[in-house]
């Protein structure tokens, strides 16, 4: 397994950006795959986007599909998660996650994980 450790999140207002990272330790950064969820409170843990391990695919749910671009050095062994036009329902912990086959989206199929930064949009 691979330790994750997530930085950048913050307060914002609407229409706002954040960028938040996510730096690994661990062996073999460069052969996993890569995510983003969130959780809002008193909801399950959302998948949001993932990036392939050689960065040469990327996969975002519909809500934040031309307002987040997520991105990996595997020099840094970082991932990062760009987030723009930021909206009051963008609101929840934002977790990076590994370790898992490329595809998948159910929190549970996720190995590795953060211990997460909160995000909060102002209206």
């Known amino acids: 397994q691979v330790r994750l450790a997530e930085s950048g999140g913050g307060l914002v207002q609407a229409g706002g950006s954040l960028r938040l990272s996510c730096v690994a330790t661990?062996?073999?950064?460069?052969?996993?795959?890569l995510a983003w969820f969130r959780q809002a409170p008193g909801k399950e843990r959302e998948f949001v986007a993932a990036?392939?391990?050689?960065?040469?695919?990327?996969y975002y749910i519909d809500p934040v599909k031309g307002r987040f671009t997520i991105s990996r050095d595997n020099t840094k062994k970082t991932v990062n998660l760009q987030m723009s036009s930021l909206k009051s329902e963008d609101t929840a912990v934002y977790y990076c996650?590994?370790?898992?086959?490329?595809?998948?989206?159910?929190?549970?199929?996720?190995?590795?994980w953060g211990q997460g930064t909160q995000v909060t949009v102002s209206s």
């Open positions: 996650a590994a370790d898992a086959l490329w595809g998948r989206i159910r929190a549970r199929d996720w190995g590795s």
């Open positions: 661990g062996p073999t950064f460069s052969q996993r795959n």
């Open positions: 990036i392939r391990w050689d960065g040469e695919m990327t």
